[in-house]
Structures are given as structure tokens and as C-alpha cells.
């Protein structure tokens, strides 16, 4: 209904361009040492950091990952993930609202990606902005939990267009909130009729089976 | 740590003045008309609409209110406001990731503000965008829900600096998470430590006189 001025769109199509290229390079870098880098999007406290824990300390013996933290503010994330022992690169994106391609090339910089089976990236939680910013990742993986509403996909389409797999978290807590699981996939589906959608519990381990399961077809596909 | 460059930082600046010349024009016919304009900002899910919906039913025949619902798409939220009988506006961002005050200049065109005690405007959720846009609001409102985590002032200082209130919401599931009220107000007070804070459950009632009454005060001091 209303339109930005032609200027700035012309910027973000600069901006959107220059990002491309960055994440060129990393698919290519992720490609020659045989990564699979996975970018977590979802609203702030949508259980990103919790399911990232819960999955590192139950595949770590199997697999070799490694983390990359976005944040605007605070380690707290990260601190939480060093303690199940990996590796782990806090990216503070300040007053940005997303992670870019730049951003994961020069943390790159500092990591030995030759062990790496995943790279795990945990997205600013925001449902707008990283849905535009490519980081060169094999898939975004969208969370929603049970407690923010089964309309989430319908009002921020954009996010699970762009995403292979969407997470419904949370739902534990499902007797406690209005929330039909059915009707948040089917509108997840409408915005990208071939996302695979699973449902699960940090916290109680429900579907956790099925997460690993589809992680580990990740490795074997390659 | 790592930075944006310049360039996009001139640009930014250049928008966000742009935006401010906007907002001032906004305050401006806001203090003409006497309306008290209320800009509400969150995480996507964290109840701002279900709080609107639940406030105007309950003051609706104490004052006359009138709404703008931000959301990238769709006019659901705009409906359920509809529904209380108040006049509501939708504006969709598309694929801008908050309201900016030309968009509520071009809205206001077409609403009669002379009887109007509240504007109530319903950002598109985000915690971190719509923290650097001045709407031309008398203050902005940061809701938090419970089920989010109790470190969000702390990972997204920013949005709890430029607001001065803080509403902890949804503490009927209290019971089920794992959040710690004080330290949810402590850290959002480390941000602004003028910061007003108010604990509620739009689904139980708890909490809302005092919000009611604080909405009452905004009115009274005019």
C-alpha cells in the first residue's frame, strides 16, 4: 500500500547484490570442505538457542559442529552453547537487524572448517530482515513456537518462502495456548508449498527423533 | 564487531532524518488534535493485538480510540480490532520491516482525529527495526511475553531504551516457563533506567487495572 522511494530501493538492491557475492563464496567454501551450514531463523526467543543445545549435546559424539552466534547485543547465546563443549563465534551485528554474507566470511577467517560436518548459524531473531540476506547456507530452517500464534507464516510470508524446513517449538506448551499446528503448516505452505515441516520439544524431547533423522539425511546426502 | 560500511551509513542517515522531519510533523497535528498517540513494539506473538483488543473493549465507553495495524501482510489483526467496533487502519509494510512516519502521515490523511483521546498504533513486530523510527507517538510501549526468555532487554537494549514502558505480558504461563520477572525489568532497566514496567495476562485480567490506570494518567495530564 505504501511504497519506500525509489532511492533507497535502489541502495537495497546495491546492498542485496554485493550480499549475493559473499554468499557465493561462502556456498563455495562450504562446498570445498565439505560443510553443511544450516542458518536458524525465527522471532526472538522462538527457542533457537535451546534447540541448538539440546541437539549439539545429543549428535556431538556422531558429528564435528561448529556455531556461529548473531546477536545485537550480549554472549549469552554463545555461552550457552560453549558449555556443550563445540566451538562457538559471537557475531554482534549492533545496530543491524540480520547477519550478512560479510559477516560469516570473516568469521570464517577464524574457524578450521576441515573437521566440520555442520556449521550452525543462529540468526539475530527477527522474522523479517534475514529472510533477504543469502549467507550462502544449504537451507534456512524457520522456527515458531506453539506460544506466538498459528499465523505467524500467513503475516511474515516472506521468511518461510525463503525456508526448506519449518520447526513448530515449544510444544509443551501446547494444551496452555490457542494454537493449531495444522493451520500454521498449512499457511507455512502456502507461502512455500515444499517446506518439510517438524514438530518438537526441547524440552520434553518430543520429535527430537525426527530432527536427527532429517539432519543425518543432510550428511548422507552429500 | 563488525561494522556496516559507510556508505549505507550515510544512507541510513540521510532516511532516518528524512523520518524524523516526518515524526515532528506527526507530534505535531497529534498536540493540535490532543491526541495521545501510542506506538506499541515487540517480538512477533508477544500479544500486542490481543492486548489491544482486550484494552478497547474494556475503556472503549470511557474514550474514543482509533488504531493502525502495521503488519508486512495480510489485514488479520486489523479485523480483530474491527471487531471491538473502533475504527482501525491497515497499513502494510510489505517488505519493510517497521512503520515509518510517512506511512502514518499518509494514514492519518484519512482519519478525523478531532474526537480521538487514543491512537493506538500496532508496529509490525520486530525487536529491533522499528526502535530507530520515530512515528511522532507520545511514547513507545515494548510489550515482552513470558514465554520469550527474560534476557530479551538485554539481547535487544536498544528497542527498551527508546520506549518507556515495558509490559511483561501473557504471565498466565508463568507457571510453565522458565522466566524471572525481576531480572526481565532489572535488564531492561540497565537500558533505560527510567522505564515503567507493568506484569499482565490479557487472557486472565491480572494486571490490567494498573495498565488501564496508567493509560487513564496519560489522558489526565493533558
Redesign the interface.
Known sequence: ????VPR?LE?KKD?LAKNDEGAKRNRGVFADRDVVALNFVS???AGKTSLLVKTITDIKEKFSITVLEG????S??ARRIAETGVDVT????????HLDA??IE?ALHDIDLSPVDFLFIEN??????PA?YDLGELMKIALV?V???D??P?????MFRMSQVLLIT?T??LP??DFDVKKCIAHARIANPDIKAITLSSKTGVGLDEWYSFLTSLRNKK
Chains 1, 2 share one sequence.
Open positions: 500500500m505504501i511504497k519506500p533507497v541502495i546492498i522471532s526472538p526467543g546477536d545485537q547485543s550480549t549469552n547465546d559471537q557475531i554482534n551485528t549492533v545496530s543491524a537487524c560479510s559477516m570473516k539475530v531473531g527477527n522474522l523479517v530482515c533477504s513456537s506460544t506466538e500464534g499465523d505467524k500467513e503475516k511474515y510470508p516472506k515449544k509443551d506448551l496452555h495456548v
